[in-house]
């Protein structure tokens, strides 16, 4: 499915419940939200959400504990730091939780002491879209258990490239609970600075330019 939209301000939903199930595994391109609050994820199906609109400041919670395949969810660029609406500062407590698949979470803002992200069982993937030389993406006292591989992405390379050409991306490796693998990717030439389309076509990694460090 390419677009899915379920409007809270006229219908007045708060909570999502999704479940994945059928013949094979479920895609959803965008997943527009506007004043939901909470989406619960289930099913046994594997399931891949490429990204959310317009749920920047009502999007607190993501629960997928109870899906029992695998799970890869973009959260859009804006939500994890964004301010509660209705409020022109501040920052949301957000939490995104997975299941017991090898699942694939993406972030491309900071996650702050105040979001959790917490990873099942399975063999599991936190990518780093980074998009920001200036931004720790793992701050002091943040709340991430369950990740077993760490994939930092230079997703924006050119905004991230120093003048000796080298790629700056910040992250407090031990604010990340137990023992991963971190793989280095480098896209700087993947798309243009002026290109804001956050289609999920193309913000997939290359395989070019990798290293993984223990």
Do not use: C, W
Not at 15 to 41: R, V, Y
Not at 127 to 145: F, K, L, Q, R
């Amino acid at each position: 499915m390419n677009d899915l939209r379920i409007d809270g301000v006229t219908e007045g939903y708060e909570t999502i419940n999704l479940t994945s199930t059928g013949g094979d595994a479920n895609s959803l391109n965008t997943l527009t939200d506007e004043d939901i609050q909470t989406i619960n994820i289930d099913g046994d199906q594997s399931l891949t959400i490429a990204g959310e609109n317009n749920a920047a400041g009502s999007l607190t919670t993501v629960d997928a504990s109870a899906l029992e395949a695998n799970l890869d969810f973009r959260v859009s660029q804006g939500i994890i730091n964004s301010a509660p609406d209705g409020t022109s500062n501040g920052d949301v407590a957000f939490t995104i939780k997975s299941g017991v698949g090898d699942d694939i979470i993406r972030v491309s803002d900071s996650i702050h002491s105040n979001d959790t992200v917490e990873m099942g069982d399975g063999e599991d993937t936190l990518v780093i879209e980074a998009v920001d030389p200036t931004v720790n993406y793992t701050a002091d006292g943040t709340t991430i258990t369950g990740v077993e591989r760490v994939e930092l992405l230079s997703s924006r390379g050119n905004n991230l490239i120093n003048d000796d050409d080298s790629i700056t991306i910040g992250v407090l490796a031990d604010e990340i609970d137990g023992d991963q693998t971190f793989l280095l990717r480098n896209n700087r030439d993947m798309r243009p600075l002026d290109d804001t389309d956050n289609d999920p076509e193309t913000i997939e990694p290359s395989i070019a330019d990798t290293k993984t460090i223990m």
